[in-house]
């Protein structure tokens, strides 16, 4: 059986007790970075085996993980952070178990867009998630312009490197609304700031950014 375990998305107090028994239990744990998925196993003394399964060895791994669940094996698939298959390694090993009748479960868990939208305040009946935008300039404004007149709340994830040219274009490009960010959730320096992009790209937060950073931005908020 193959278990999609969500493992913290920085507090390694953050794991479920089902998350626990079924890392302890399986055979085989397919982790995204063996070293970073050790700690938390280390933490909890769990000695469960790890193989590496990540974005550059993931369909050339599926094939193996699945002999391995054909026999009869056991299998939980871990990422770094958070849920499996949410902008992480999760999605070729789960449909090709699914195309194969592979009989799968979930272990729910952390997930920083669901953890940042709940913190946020912001509408939550009615939300998109875009993942990480495109890198290249051209292409994420050409994304940002399909926001336009965009009613839902807007969440996408971005890197400390490339938060103030995001804002940046934001502000440009959807007329300087309402944005929220959300850093380092659960962890020591967990930070949110809000305020007009234009606004934000003055503070220390986004000048001087440290850690992984969850966005949010509603266009029909007018008044903070
Ligand atoms: N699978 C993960 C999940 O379920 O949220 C997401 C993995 S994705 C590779 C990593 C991105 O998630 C980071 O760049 C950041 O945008 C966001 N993220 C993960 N942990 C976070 C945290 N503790 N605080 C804020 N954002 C976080």
């Known amino acids: ?20 028994e079924t890392l302890k239990a399986v055979d085989l744990i397919a982790a995204e ?21 990540f ?12 002999g391995l669940l054909k026999q009869g094996k056991n299998i939980a698939l871990v990422t770094d952070a958070g849920t499996p298959g949410i902008s992480d390694p999760g999605y070729v090993l789960i449909n090709l178990a699914k195309k194969n009748a592979v ?8 997930t920083a867009l669901i953890a940042a939208l709940s913190l946020s305040g912001l509408p939550t009946d009615s939300f998109i ?3 990480f935008l495109p890198v290249k300039p051209a292409a994420r404004r050409k994304e940002l ?7 839902r709340t807007v969440i996408f994830y971005e890197s400390p490197y490339r938060i103030a040219k995001t804002l940046k274009d934001i502000a440009e490009i959807l007329d300087d609304p309402y944005v929220l960010c959300a850093r380092e ?4 320096f967990e930070e949110v700031v809000e305020g007009r992009a234009n606004e ?3 503070h220390p937060a986004i000048t001087k950014p440290r850690g992984e950073f969850v966005v949010l931005l509603n266009l029909r908020i007018k008044d903070i």
């Open 185 to 188: 959730l659960t962890k020591k």
């Open 200 to 202: 934000l790209l003055q």
């Open 103 to 110: 009989p799968m479960t979930v272990i729910p868990g952390p």
């Open 129 to 131: 998630f875009e993942g």
């Open 145 to 151: 312009e399909q926001w336009k007149g965009e009613k």
């Open 1 to 20: 059986m193959l278990f999609i375990v969500s493992t913290p998305i920085g507090n390694l107090k953050d794991i479920t007790l089902r998350a626990l």
């Open 55 to 66: 974005e550059h060895n993931q369909v050339k791994k599926a094939d193996y993980l699945l």
């Open 33 to 53: 970075d063996t070293r970073h998925t050790k700690i938390l196993l280390d933490h909890y003394q769990i000695a469960t085996p790890t193989t590496s399964y």
